[in-house]
């Protein structure tokens, strides 16, 4: 399983028509922005080393956080001493978030059992989380992030939504693996294998 994997798609960079000798231009970027958005909406793979900001480099320091969420504030510091898995996803209730976050939740017992818990990221607000873990029973913390500063700590983010990023974190807080523009179905169980490989090397 490869620590970092990436897939391709076209840049997302807008740019207004300012006059008619620019429109062919600007239709070009305006379409390839339309299509970066229902990536980031579908789960369709992207290039990620160009959109959402600079990666943290693995094993490293992950980037800190602090946001308030479902079923309440959580921060990096308080899963001192376990794994951590922390995935950033565009929207609640939408096809390819639903289907990662039902993964999720799935194979959250797993998790457990492996001493990782799981923790999504989105620009939604908490009270959306809250009507999203209703609908979906999911029973893992769910965070807002609605100005993208986590996100973008963690190169994870197109205004206005996150990219959909995985990171594994270690229990001493260290950067061990990432996923980048991640494909929604079965994903849960990529980063399972790659948990149980850590754990082997620890």
């Known amino acids: 399983m490869p620590r970092n994997w990436a897939s391709t798609s076209p840049s997302s960079e807008l740019e207004p028509v ?62 001192r001493g376990q794994w951590l898995v ?55 913390p769910l965070l807002s992030d609605p100005g993208g500063a986590v996100s973008r700590r963690y190169g994870s983010w197109i205004a206005p939504f996150s990219q959909r990023h995985t990171f594994l974190i270690d229990p001493d807080g260290t950067l061990r693996a990432q996923w980048l523009g991640v494909r929604p179905l079965g994903h849960s169980q990529e980063v399972l294998a790659t948990l149980k490989e850590w754990q082997l090397k620890s």
């Open 86 to 140: 922390l995935y950033f996803y565009p929207r609640d209730f939408t096809e390819g978030c639903t289907i990662e976050a039902r993964g999720f939740q799935r194979d959250l017992e797993q998790f457990h059992r492996l001493g990782s818990e799981v923790v999504g990221i989105s620009a939604d607000s908490a009270d959306s989380h809250a009507e999203f873990c209703g609908s979906e029973a999911l029973v893992y």
């Open 18 to 79: 300012l006059d008619p000798q620019r429109s062919v231009i600007s239709r070009r970027q305006l379409l390839e922005g339309i299509t970066a958005g229902l990536a980031v909406c579908c789960g369709w793979p992207r290039q990620a080393g160009a959109l959402g900001g600079t990666l943290p480099p693995l094993d490293q320091a992950a980037p800190d956080f602090a946001l308030d969420g479902v079923p309440g504030p959580r921060s990096l510091a308080d899963f």
